[in-house]
């Protein structure tokens, strides 16, 4: 209990004038103390997982377990159908994401074709499905890499460590190789980009943090599944807006974002954010609708001219 505790820092800590000690520090005695607590109350609770025993050599060829008449077929390929959408959508948002960092762009198709060429070279090798891991990414990214000459160097130290190096991995525990993915991930989150999506658009800031989270705390493809459910919302009830004439200029711009543009008499301007598909054609035109009868509405209470045209505003498309 606490008592015994306290009882055994302070008969530690007259050690050193009781039995002359010299070398006996009261820091010491804590820790000893703490030590001796935690691995007599914790020791069976909190377990210490290490890697363990890690295969060593390369993996062999896996040509010969190629088999196009299983009964397994169908199944197979369904799995494969999916795994492989969901790891070029992967690949390519981890690619696009650092290019960002980068300014520089990447061509989908290319990036189609390298994830193809390594997934039928792996499936003869006895590797697993091949994408754009944003781990290795962000490690990479903060140690600095620059070129792809950098994965050969990384393939080139991996084989040499599962041929000769992998029994000094044994005790390393695995949360250090967390740590090492976490660390890495700092050096990437924007935080501009969040503020300024909280200052532009709560729903966009919602959308973001909640993919942040779901990336952080479970695995990419919850991030991506958040993403894309946050695209189809958008994409069936895109977001539309009145613009207004900014004071002596040309320019006109969202009336709510812009309290002091004014909208042109007779005209009703309307910004749609989204292309017109089936999904949304009713929304818009029920949205379209009620935006023009509060406009008629706003005409008559205040005498102006009445109503003549409406135009749409798909630029941003």
């Known amino acids: 209990n606490r008592n015994e505790g ?3 820092v302070v008969s530690l800590q007259q050690h050193k004038g009781i039995f002359g000690l010299k ?11 703490m030590r001796s607590f935690i691995s007599r109350n914790y020791s069976k609770r909190c377990v ?11 993996n062999p060829l896996s040509m010969s377990d190629l088999f196009f008449t299983s009964p397994y077929m169908s199944t197979a390929l369904k799995t494969g159908l999916i795994t492989g959408i969901i790891a070029l959508a992967e690949g390519v948002a981890v690619g ?5 960092f980068k300014n520089y762009n990447i061509d989908g198709n290319k990036e189609m074709i390298a994830f193809g060429m390594m997934n039928i070279v792996g499936s003869l090798t006895s590797c697993y499905l091949t994408t754009g891991q944003f781990s290795r990414s962000a490690v990479n990214f903060n140690a600095g890499c620059k070129t792809i000459v950098s994965n050969i160097v990384m393939a080139i130290a991996v084989m040499f460590i599962l041929l000769f190096l ?15 993915i976490m660390v890495a991930m ?53 977001r539309t807006a009145v613009k207004g004439n ?28 989204a292309p017109i598909y089936f999904v949304n054609a009713g929304y818009l035109r029920e949205r379209i ?12 209470t205040s005498g102006e001219n009445s109503l003549q045209y409406v135009i749409l505003d798909m630029s941003g498309n």
């Open 6 to 8: 306290a009882a055994t």
């Open 23 to 33: 070398h006996s520090t009261e820091a010491m005695d804590v820790i000893s103390v």
């Open 48 to 58: 210490i997982v290490q890697i363990g025993n890690l295969k060593k050599g390369l």
């Open 96 to 100: 696009r994401s650092f290019a960002m």
């Open 166 to 180: 992998t029994p000094l991995f044994y005790y390393t525990p695995l949360v250090v190789l967390s740590s090492i």
């Open 186 to 238: 700092l050096g990437l989150i924007d935080y501009q980009a969040a503020i300024h999506l909280w200052k532009v658009d709560k729903f966009d800031f919602l959308v973001c943090m909640s993919a942040y989270f779901g990336v952080v705390f479970g695995s990419v493809e919850i991030g991506l599944v958040i993403a894309v459910t946050r695209l189809l919302l958008f994409v069936s009830r895109p």
């Open 246 to 273: 900014i004071p002596n200029s040309m320019i006109y711009r969202n009336t709510e974002q812009y309290p002091y543009s004014r909208t042109v008499p007779g005209l009703l301007i309307l910004e749609i954010d």
């Open 289 to 300: 609708t009620r935006w023009v009868d509060e406009e008629e509405e706003r005409v008559k």
